[in-house]
Nanobody, 128 residues
């Protein structure tokens, strides 16, 4: 059974940093791409960053201006989202998802995870 469990969210002040984890099980890590998304009530879910676990290639959305980065630990079958210079607009539930197709380019998030697995998310709140 494929499972994704997000953790590491919390309350952080503007300008602060957080590292989220997406711990996976039930599938062959290295075969799927894993993406991070965020969801705010009333808004469309937004793709944040993606990593191909097969070769480690990463793609982060341009609007993040380099503040977020994605990485993986094969031994722990875990993908991380390092977030820096956090802003109140980064407040959201952050979710990770799998997809059989590798992510590529800035449009990787389109249809990503449609036939994959999703975690339940972890809340990130950026506020003073």
């Amino acid at each position: 059974q494929v499972q994704l469990v997000e953790s590491g969210g919390g309350l952080v002040q503007p300008g602060g940093s957080l590292r989220l984890s997406c711990t996976t099980s039930g599938f062959r890590f290295g075969r799927y791409a894993i993406g991070w998304f965020r969801q705010v009530p009333g808004k469309e879910r937004e793709g944040v960053a993606c990593i191909n676990t097969s070769d480690g290639k990463t793609y982060a959305r341009n609007f993040l201006n380099g503040r977020f980065s994605i990485s993986k630990d094969d031994a722990k079958t875990t993908v991380y989202l390092q977030m820096t210079s956090l802003e109140p607009d980064d407040t959201a539930v952050y979710l990770c998802a799998t997809d059989l197709h590798d992510c590529y380019g800035q449009d990787w998030y389109i249809n990503f995870g449609d036939f994959g697995a999703w975690g339940n998310g972890t809340q990130v709140t950026v506020s003073s």
